[in-house]
């Protein structure tokens, strides 16, 4: 019996669309994530990049369980003393929808070089419009 090991050579890699409207956060970006590694095919290797492009429209649309909404807060530090910033969760919804996917998806990605190459996949845009109708995307239907 012989482990079979796929080259970079053989990799085909599709392109999803995924409407985040009313879908809640943390499902979302884990079968986002699924999605952005490969775990979803058979062929399925860890160290490479078998994962396909997901598209994510409707950002501003996503939602949140329980008290988050209100509760959740996002940290960033400059790296000098006092430089914490936090950003309640409504404002960066506000501002920045796609940050909040974004950094949602990112914790469930190796924390490596091949999680940085994976993110750079993911293509988020707070409306319905996106500009990769060239690719074909497939509709992607999230799992209830």
Known sequence: MKTYSMKESEIH???YLVDAENQVL???ASQVATLLRGKHKPTYTPHLEMGDFVIVVNADKVALTGRKAETKIYYRHSGYPGGLKATPYKVMLARHPDRVIRFAVKGMLPKTRLGRHLLRRLKIYAGPN???????????????
Request: glycine content about 4%; hydrophobic content about 20%; overall charge positive.
């Open 13 to 15: 890699n599709d392109w």
């Open 26 to 28: 943390g499902r979302l």
């Open 130 to 144: 996106h500009p990769h109708e060239a690719q074909q995307p497939k509709r992607y239907e999230l799992k209830k």
